[in-house]
């Protein structure tokens, strides 16, 4: 058995020091005719097991440069899951009190992970297609206590993009010798796409992106929004 074991030679100072830094690994089994080397990037491997803990941690540090977060304030965040497991995560390294607003329908393994991180949850009706209702009810709470909440905003925070730009794109690059071609993404709040594929194009502008969506709601190619089975992306 062949491991990797510099990254890990030594001890963490924290569990935020174990977000990012993932492994990346060829398939070696892909459909006949793929001739191009095709690698997979295991953000599993990352804290909470998702690449969300990446822009989560980087929303909070920069939140606290500029002063936005300060002790004392409370947390506030709407998710379908990932995010959410991940923004309760921060929160609770960081020691600030976290409430998630989401869709009542996602996941009980979801909910039952973020309660463990000491999240608060506020559920709104319907499933993942209806996160406009839980953003409504989001603005609600803010807008109830503007100067004791901060709201990181992962779809609109500039600082999603940045914390791949300045981690995801540059570990892909590493360990792929700077030979990367094309970059793939599932279509969440388009940070990771955006962040990583500014990186790689910066350095080689024929790096191709490719965004990946439901069939059932392929907004990004214009056809009509609707219900799907994979949480996480879309909408």
Known sequence: MTTR???????LPSIAHAVGRTPLVRLNRVPAGVTPAVYLKLEWYGATGSLKDRIYLHMFERAEARGDLRAGMRVLECSTGNAG???AFVAAVKGYPCTIVMPEGMSEERKKI????????????GGESDVDLALARLRELRDADPRGVWVPGQFDNADNVEA???????EIREQCDGRVGA???AQGSGGTLSGVGKFLRERD????????EPDECALLARREWGPHGIEGIGD
């Open 85 to 87: 497991i991940a923004c």
């Open 164 to 170: 791949h730009y300045l981690t995801t794109g540059p």
């Open 5 to 11: 074991w510099d990254a890990y030679r030594t001890a």
């Open 114 to 125: 973020m309660r463990a991180y000491g999240a608060e949850l506020v559920f709104t009706p």
């Open 205 to 212: 502008a024929g790096v191709r992106l490719y965004a990946v």
């Open 183 to 185: 970059f793939v993404a």
